[in-house]
């Protein structure tokens, strides 16, 4: 039986071969990797904490009346609807962001309501309104997401956490009350009024009480019923 020895010339080169074909390896699926990272976009999906306090599906109404007239007004969804809203860079997908609209609408007001919750690395619950005679448009910030927590305070509103409260002999646990700003617009986009507006919204149940300042005085609405899914 033959023994080939291998000298230590030979075994050298042998090394030198076999690491010089990893190292092509190597950067060869490191190059590829890094290609399919790159064309890999990032994708932002709701927070589950948003839809908590701001998802509410077609078929769910609340009935509110007035503290001061007591007349009622009844707001229903009317919609529902899901997009991927999409940012490009150089031709390029780059970020997805799920976005959510719920379409309401108020019989009384004739007030279309759209709430639109969007994932981001601010993940928003953003309140829209239409006024469907005179074209007037808002819309303001309710909820703003950040690692999963409620901002408390943001250059949108100021919140404040109650414990409970209790309207119309039903009470409500985990409400806030939201303080915010709302500049309405004209058609056009010019200025018309800014309404100082207080939300109380309860997670579950949405708005259970509204106060709204403007340039013609204070309206004050309470939940009365409502039903959600």
């Known amino acids: 039986m033959k023994t080939q020895t291998i000298n230590s010339s030979s075994l050298h080169k042998l090394i030198k071969s076999i690491n010089k074909d990893f190292k092509w390896f190597f950067l060869t699926f490191y190059f590829l990797f890094m290609i399919a990272c790159e064309d890999e976009p990032n994708y932002y999906p709701i927070p589950k904490i948003l839809k908590e306090w701001g998802y509410y599906q077609t078929g769910s109404y609340w009935i509110y009346q007035n503290d001061s007239s007591m007349i009622f007004d009844s707001v229903f969804v009317t919609s529902v609807t899901i997009i991927n809203d999409s940012t490009y860079s150089d031709k390029k997908l780059r970020d997805i962001y799920e976005t959510l609209f719920i379409n309401f609408y108020s019989s009384l007001r004739t007030f279309s ?115 959600t899914y």
Do not use: M
């Open 113 to 227: 309501y759209t709430a639109k919750l969007g994932g981001g690395i601010y993940s928003n619950l953003e309140f829209e309104t239409k006024n469907e005679i005179t074209k007037d448009r808002s819309n303001c910030t309710l909820l703003r997401i950040s690692s999963n927590e409620i901002l408390n305070t943001t250059s949108f509103y100021e919140i404040n956490y109650l414990n409970s409260i209790t309207l119309n002999n039903t009470s409500y646990s985990d409400v806030i009350l939201v303080n915010t700003l709302t500049r309405y617009y004209y058609e056009d986009n010019s200025p018309n009024d800014t309404f100082y507006n207080q939300y109380w919204i309860s997670k579950g149940d949405w708005i259970i009480k509204k106060v709204i300042t403007n340039k013609n005085g204070t309206e004050s609405w309470s939940l009365v019923r409502h039903y």
